[in-house]
């Protein structure tokens, strides 16, 4: 009877140990599912996986960050999680055997696990890998990976400790990596001549084999700043500059006109991962510009629609000569400011856009600069903005350039039959031009009116023209008249240089130039005068021929244009009244004596002819 229980007992005994023995298979089995699903997850965007062959023990892989503009001058890093036996069979790899690769592991990712959930209780390595792996913010391929990210959480809990691989300096591959799950980031973001700043990976979670050869694409996208000009033929065109489609890398403009300039910057695709995220704008000013106060105007692009940002946002910096005339506006960050993270509508698809105006002054160059690498008046913008969200590093992009342009007519009043130079001539310039149509060129500055030479200025007496919009030819003839916009402009003479002149009559002419919208450069500067006043022949572009005594200007250069100065040369001529000399007063005395003899013997012949015929008459 003893025997029959004891025999009963070890049965049971022995079928619940294989009862046991089964279980345990069998949560084996649904782990190793598990993270055969991860496995297949993470072989994204971020990671191509590689074909591998079984796990051997003591072999080891590389891996080779892929990104063509920067890996020659970023250096990267990389840490493992797991350590795990990773097999591949048939095209399906299996992750098993998971354990902590360190305690600094262990701590940081269960850190990071109770921080996303609060009912997270284990300090298992396989329990911890089993909860990554039912999370997309993990498997999946956006590169937009929020700042509180799982992942960001275990990079940031891990940023002081002394596991990390990194890479060499111009190389972009990590040996000796054994098996398991790595997480990837950026140890130093690059700055190659010719680009930007790199920014810093979102955080990129890996299988690796411990055998093959893995490339690694990091997740992140570099910012961009782009900066154009609005001509104002274009700007007086459109209801909203904003959505004019004609902003463009070159504008001219009139000596004392305001400009309008546009700054676009885009924004990092891992901009999520960025608790706080600086940008700053700054914009530099040749000496031919003034910035206009207060015209700083800033938006959030999203699509197609602008966004005003509330100034309290961002602090701007007037140019001026103080700090070398740089604009600056900045999205701060510290003491308690997130920078960009405190508009609420920014994305990592917004752009930044700022507005502002300019003016052109009279240091304003004339044509060409002649520094050989810029024509014009040209401004620069860059774009400084966080790239690690890890730390407080920022980067720069590279720079980006506009140039607004002016012209200069030199116009000769000349006798048109000597050709010499005339002075004492006085004109007037007008504009020609829909949008100033009328409009005086001021000739000098006046402070009191508060204007500067080259400044369209309208006049409210045209019959009091003040002296500020009045040219007077110097003992040469000579009128040089500088900072003019491209157009049409109307040329009068007001005032002949002597009175055996003649005033010439009102002409109109057009200034159109040519640019080269890379190298910043007038290529080619055309003038001519309207059709009405084709055929003058008191008018001539360029240099005179020397021909005197014809009365008639010839020019020989063409259409009197330099394209590299920016000048256009008119010459203006006068003809002169002739009379009849008054000189040798006592020939002139006797030819009209002897003019009133003959006239009164004439008279006297008729009287005595009709008499006599009277008396003829009466007989």
């Given at each position: 009877?003893?025997?029959?229980?004891?025999?009963?007992?070890?049965?049971?005994?022995?079928?619940?140990?294989?009862?046991?023995?089964?279980?345990?298979?069998?949560?084996?089995?649904?782990?190793?599912?598990?993270?055969?699903?991860?496995?297949?997850?993470?072989?994204?965007?971020?990671?191509?996986?590689?074909?591998?062959?079984?796990?051997?023990?003591?072999?080891?892989?590389?891996?080779?960050?892929?990104?063509?503009?920067?890996?020659?001058?970023?250096?990267?890093?990389?840490?493992?999680?797991?350590?795990?036996?990773?097999?591949?069979?048939?095209?399906?790899?299996?992750?098993?055997?998971?354990?902590?690769?360190?305690?600094?592991?262990?701590?940081?990712?269960?850190?990071?696990?109770?921080?996303?959930?609060?009912?997270?209780?284990?300090?298992?390595?396989?329990?911890?890998?089993?909860?990554?792996?039912?999370?997309?913010?993990?498997?999946?391929?956006?590169?937009?990976?929020?700042?509180?990210?799982?992942?960001?959480?275990?990079?940031?809990?891990?940023?002081?400790?002394?596991?990390?691989?990194?890479?060499?300096?111009?190389?972009?591959?990590?040996?000796?990596?054994?098996?398991?799950?790595?997480?990837?980031?950026?140890?130093?973001?690059?700055?190659?001549?010719?680009?930007?700043?790199?920014?810093?990976?979102?955080?990129?979670?890996?299988?690796?084999?411990?055998?093959?050869?893995?490339?690694?694409?990091p997740k992140k996208g570099v910012p961009t700043v782009e900066k154009k000009v609005l001509d104002d033929a274009d700007a007086a065109d459109a209801t909203d500059i904003k959505g004019s489609n004609k902003w463009n890398d070159v504008a001219d403009s009139q000596i004392g006109q305001e400009v309008n300039y546009k700054l676009t910057g885009t924004i990092a695709s891992n901009y999520a991962t960025f608790g706080t995220y600086a940008y700053k704008f700054t914009d530099g000013l040749s000496n031919g510009l003034d910035y206009v106060k207060g015209s700083v105007k800033v938006y959030a692009l999203n699509g197609e629609t602008y966004s005003e940002i509330e100034s309290s946002n961002y602090t701007v910096t007037d140019a001026d000569a103080s700090n070398n005339n740089t604009l600056t506006v900045e999205f701060k960050t510290g003491d308690g400011k997130k920078g960009l993270k405190d508009v609420a509508s920014v994305t990592a698809d917004t752009k930044i856009v700022v507005f502002y105006k300019a003016k052109l002054n009279g240091n304003a160059v004339i044509g060409n600069a002649t520094?050989?690498?810029?024509?014009?008046?040209?401004?620069?913008?860059?774009?400084?903005?966080?790239?690690?969200?890890?730390?407080?590093?920022?980067?720069?992009?590279?720079?980006?350039?506009?140039?607004?342009?002016?012209?200069?007519?030199?116009?000769?009043?000349?006798?048109?039959?000597?050709?010499?130079?005339?002075?004492?001539?006085?004109?007037?310039?007008?504009?020609?031009?829909?949008?100033?149509?009328?409009?005086?060129?001021?000739?000098?500055?006046?402070?009191?009116?508060?204007?500067?030479?080259?400044?369209?200025?309208?006049?409210?007496?045209?019959?009091?023209?003040?002296?500020?919009?009045?040219?007077?030819?110097?003992?040469?003839?000579?009128?040089?008249?500088?900072?003019?916009?491209?157009?049409?402009?109307?040329?009068?003479?007001?005032?002949?240089?002597?009175?055996?002149?003649?005033?010439?009559?009102?002409?109109?002419?057009?200034?159109?130039?040519?640019?080269?919208?890379?190298?910043?450069?007038?290529?080619?500067?055309?003038?001519?005068?309207?059709?009405?006043?084709?055929?003058?022949?008191?008018?001539?572009?360029?240099?005179?021929?020397?021909?005197?005594?014809?009365?008639?200007?010839?020019?020989?250069?063409?259409?009197?244009?330099?394209?590299?100065?920016?000048?256009?040369?008119?010459?203006?001529?006068?003809?002169?009244?002739?009379?009849?000399?008054?000189?040798?007063?006592?020939?002139?005395?006797?030819?009209?004596?002897?003019?009133?003899?003959?006239?009164?013997?004439?008279?006297?012949?008729?009287?005595?002819?009709?008499?006599?015929?009277?008396?003829?008459?009466?007989?």
């Amino acid at each position: 009877m003893l025997r029959h229980r004891q025999m009963m007992t070890d049965r049971m005994r022995i079928k619940r140990k294989t009862e046991e023995k089964k279980m345990s298979m069998s949560k084996n089995i649904a782990r190793l599912a598990v993270t055969a699903g991860l496995t297949a997850a993470l072989s994204f965007g971020g990671v191509m996986a590689p074909v591998t062959m079984a796990f051997a023990e003591g072999t080891r892989s590389t891996v080779t960050f892929e990104d063509a503009d920067y890996a020659a001058s970023t250096t990267y890093k990389g840490i493992q999680i797991f350590k795990a036996k990773v097999t591949t069979t048939g095209g399906n790899t299996t992750v098993s055997s998971i354990e902590w690769a360190s305690s600094d592991a262990q701590t940081a990712v269960v850190n990071a696990i109770k921080k996303k959930d609060a009912s997270y209780k284990s300090e298992n390595a396989q329990d911890a890998a089993d909860w990554l792996s039912t999370k997309s913010e993990v498997t999946g391929t956006d590169s937009k990976v929020a700042s509180d990210n799982v992942l960001s959480l275990i990079a940031d809990g891990l940023k002081n400790s002394t596991t990390w691989k990194v890479t060499s300096e111009g190389s972009a591959s990590l040996s000796g990596l054994g098996a398991g799950y790595w997480l990837f980031l950026t140890a130093t973001p690059g700055k190659p001549a010719d680009k930007s700043t790199d920014v810093s990976t979102s955080p990129v979670y890996a299988v690796i084999d411990g055998v093959n050869a893995t490339t690694v694409t990091p997740k992140k996208g570099v910012p961009t700043v782009e900066k154009k000009v609005l001509d104002d033929a274009d700007a007086a065109d459109a209801t909203d500059i904003k959505g004019s489609n004609k902003w463009n890398d070159v504008a001219d403009s009139q000596i004392g006109q305001e400009v309008n300039y546009k700054l676009t910057g885009t924004i990092a695709s891992n901009y999520a991962t960025f608790g706080t995220y600086a940008y700053k704008f700054t914009d530099g000013l040749s000496n031919g510009l003034d910035y206009v106060k207060g015209s700083v105007k800033v938006y959030a692009l999203n699509g197609e629609t602008y966004s005003e940002i509330e100034s309290s946002n961002y602090t701007v910096t007037d140019a001026d000569a103080s700090n070398n005339n740089t604009l600056t506006v900045e999205f701060k960050t510290g003491d308690g400011k997130k920078g960009l993270k405190d508009v609420a509508s920014v994305t990592a698809d917004t752009k930044i856009v700022v507005f502002y105006k300019a003016k052109l002054n009279g240091n304003a160059v004339i044509g060409n600069a002649t520094d050989g690498n810029k024509g014009g008046n040209p401004n620069t913008v860059k774009l400084e903005y966080s790239n690690n969200p890890y730390a407080e590093g920022t980067g720069e992009t590279i720079e980006d350039t506009v140039a607004d342009f002016a012209f200069k007519l030199n116009l000769n009043k000349v006798d048109q039959g000597t050709e010499r130079g005339l002075a004492g001539a006085v004109f007037t310039i007008q504009s020609a031009d829909s949008n100033t149509q009328d409009q005086y060129i001021a000739s000098k500055d006046d402070p009191t009116a508060g204007v500067v030479a080259g400044q369209l200025v309208t006049v409210a007496d045209v019959n009091h023209l003040p002296d500020y919009v009045t040219f007077t030819s110097d003992k040469d003839g000579k009128i040089p008249v500088s900072g003019l916009d491209a157009g049409s402009y109307k040329v009068t003479e007001v005032k002949a240089p002597g009175d055996s002149y003649t005033k010439a009559k009102p002409f109109t002419f057009k200034i159109t130039p040519t640019y080269d919208a890379v190298t910043m450069k007038v290529t080619e500067l055309k003038a001519e005068v309207s059709e009405y006043d084709k055929g003058r022949n008191d008018i001539a572009f360029g240099t005179l021929d020397d021909t005197a005594g014809d009365n008639k200007l010839n020019g020989t250069e063409g259409a009197g244009t330099n394209a590299a100065t920016g000048e256009i040369t008119i010459n203006v001529g006068n003809t002169k009244s002739v009379g009849l000399p008054l000189t040798g007063l006592n020939g002139v005395t006797f030819t009209w004596i002897a003019g009133g003899a003959v006239l009164c013997i004439g008279v006297a012949h008729l009287i005595r002819s009709r008499k006599q015929a009277e008396e003829s008459e009466q007989e």
